[in-house]
């Protein structure tokens, strides 16, 4: 076996990877429905502030699973091997290595802003300082995913 067909055997390494983060799916679903069921019996008598906290919290888990989902299939498909065309994914096709690194910068910046959005509706719980750091830090997640988008379309501008 020659240097070539060893190395292009070797991407089938990735696919534990890719399994286990179908197996990270599995764990952010059974904790959504956790967090859900527990809030069911207290949603009529919970406060705003905690209903509201809590469904960014579910938001959160829904963006973080979604970005799981996207990465695990596209980097099948991209790296390892071509799903078949029966299994209804063309729109695995659309998601280059470009396109994904921008739909992953701003899925990012959704679950920063989510985050975000409850440190500052828990504020008087937290120090200024470290409010000014999550801001801070979650600027620039948006300036990044701003410059990926950019070079992005500078470089394929269809």
């Known amino acids: 076996m020659n240097l070539a067909k060893i190395m292009l055997a070797s991407r089938w390494i990735l696919a534990p990877i890719y399994f286990g983060l179908s197996l990270a799916l599995l764990i952010l679903t059974a904790r959504f429905l956790h967090d859900a069921l ?28 979604s970005l799981v989902l996207m990465v ?3 980097g099948y498909e991209n790296f390892i091997s071509r799903f078949k065309k029966d299994e209804n994914l063309e729109w695995l096709t659309t998601l280059d290595a470009n396109s994904l690194k921008v739909k992953l910068a701003t899925s990012i910046v959704a679950i920063s802003s989510i985050h975000l959005l409850q440190v500052f509706m828990n ?4 120090d200024n300082t470290k409010l000014m750091w999550f801001a801070l830090v979650h600027m620039t997640f948006v300036i990044s995913a701003f410059v990926m988008g950019t070079l992005n379309r500078m470089a394929d501008p269809h």
């Open 38 to 65: 527990i809030a069911l019996p207290q949603l009529f008598t919970m406060a705003e502030t905690d209903l509201v906290l809590l469904v960014l919290g579910l938001i959160d888990f829904a963006l973080v699973g």
């Open 123 to 126: 504020a008087e719980h937290v």
């Open 72 to 74: 695990m299939l596209s």
